[in-house]
């Protein structure tokens, strides 16, 4: 294992059309590292930067404390999983698992038992014998996974190895990757557009878009607080609601007011880093809120000062309800915004119907109109804190 440390880079394979933009990311030693982006971000050639597939026009990138410029990519101590399995079709699985080894000279003993480890552990040892044409899709991905970690490289890269499959077999390989990565410890990179893949794998989540990192962090920490507007839209599923909203500050409150309810008074605190609000000056910032905290009630709209927790109450129309197994996804309208409220029980509500949505405002996150970022205001009052 190593840590994989890339400073201001960047790549561009046609002139002012940049892939990755001065990209700074350090993966820790031994870390499932998950790099999520939507297609077209910059996550495969930030993948392929690192393997030394291509070389950055700028910055630098190190592999353990060694500088890789110039390093072809068989110094490196690196194995890649792609999203189409590239396996030798005139070579058995047991042979394409041994390879990598034989090529690097290790002994034929303990080829053989690198290769019966690997293949139990990913459920391929009865298809030894066989050749990559008579395997199935799941077959084969499962055969380039054990083929790359049975060479116990210090970084494991996969660029998108589950894509091609169907969902059941998707998830019994999310598991049967981490179980790996316990066993054998490379630094892992696995890149994927696939949100549920990504808070499933990762120990951190480096969220990019347009060829810039937008956040890095821990799955809960990219989910319940988002540092950009992007990361909120694109991460879960579906992502936040985000409505514009004109709220004013004050000293020690802050007054919400949208024309589909009620004004709210909220106590909150500001950080003095955070001073992007003017005091007692109108301002319009967009609210992020998840589906699973957006509760619908009935058509009288309560008073604020009567709720036990801090919630901004809005009246709403519902446009539609689908069932998404296991939990309810309800299409709201507030005035010509959209809102969605998520419930593990079924609702009784037909479409057209007027009701009342209750946001839960101490797990909101609030962003900057102009600029898409993040605006640290906390509440001071939570659930915990109200007898």
């Given at each position: ?35 999520l ?21 700028a ?5 353990g ?11 490196r ?67 380039a ?28 390989l ?37 060829g ?64 992007v ?30 709720c ?43 479409e ?11 797990r ?5 109109l102009s ?13 915990d804190?109200?007898?």
């Amino acid at each position: 294992m190593a840590q994989i440390e890339l400073h201001q880079v960047s790549k561009a394979f046609a002139p002012g059309a940049l892939a990755l933009d001065r990209i700074d990311l350090v993966i820790a030693q031994g870390e499932r590292m998950v790099v999520l982006g939507p297609s077209g971000s910059g996550k495969t050639t930030l993948l392929r930067l690192i393997a030394g597939l291509e070389t950055p026009d700028a910055g630098t990138i190190r592999i353990g404390g060694r500088d890789m410029a110039g390093v072809p990519p068989h110094r490196r101590d690196v194995s890649m999983v792609f999203q189409n399995p590239a396996l030798y079709p005139h070579l058995s699985v047991f042979e394409n698992l041994a390879f990598g080894l034989r090529a690097r000279g290790v002994a034929r003993a303990e080829r053989r038992r690198r290769v019966h480890a690997v293949a139990e552990m990913l459920g391929v040892g009865r298809l030894l014998d066989r050749r990559p044409a008579g395997l199935s899709g799941g077959e084969r991905q499962r055969v380039a996974l054990g083929r790359a970690v049975a060479r116990e490289p210090r970084v494991l890269l996969l660029d998108e190895p589950f894509s091609n499959l169907d969902h059941p077999l998707r998830a019994a390989l999310r598991g049967e990757l981490v179980e790996l990565h316990r066993r054998f410890g490379s630094t892992v990179v696995h890149v994927t557009h696939d949100q549920s893949e990504a808070l499933s794998i990762g120990q951190r989540l480096a969220v990019v878009h347009e060829g810039r990192i937008m956040q890095v962090d821990t799955p809960g920490g990219i989910y319940e607080r988002p540092a950009q507007r992007f990361v909120a839209s694109f991460v879960g599923s579906p992502g936040m609601n985000l409505l514009a909203l004109e709220v004013e500050l004050g000293e020690t409150t802050l007054q919400i007011r949208h024309p589909g309810g009620n004004e709210i008074t909220y106590p909150v605190s500001v950080h003095p880093q955070d001073t992007v609000l003017p005091l007692h000056e109108p301002v319009r910032l967009e609210l992020g809120i998840r589906p699973e905290s957006v509760i619908i009630s009935g058509e009288t709209l309560v008073d604020p000062a009567d709720c036990r927790y801090p919630f901004a109450v809005l009246r709403a129309i519902v446009r539609g309800v689908e069932f998404q197994g296991g939990s309810w996804l309800v299409t709201l309208q507030v005035d010509s915004q959209t809102l969605l409220s998520r419930t593990p029980r079924l609702p009784v509500l037909r479409e057209g119907q007027r009701v009342v949505a209750h946001l839960e405002l101490w797990r909101a996150s609030w962003f900057d109109l102009s600029t898409g970022r993040r605006l640290e205001l906390h509440c001071q009052l939570s659930p915990d804190a109200i007898a």
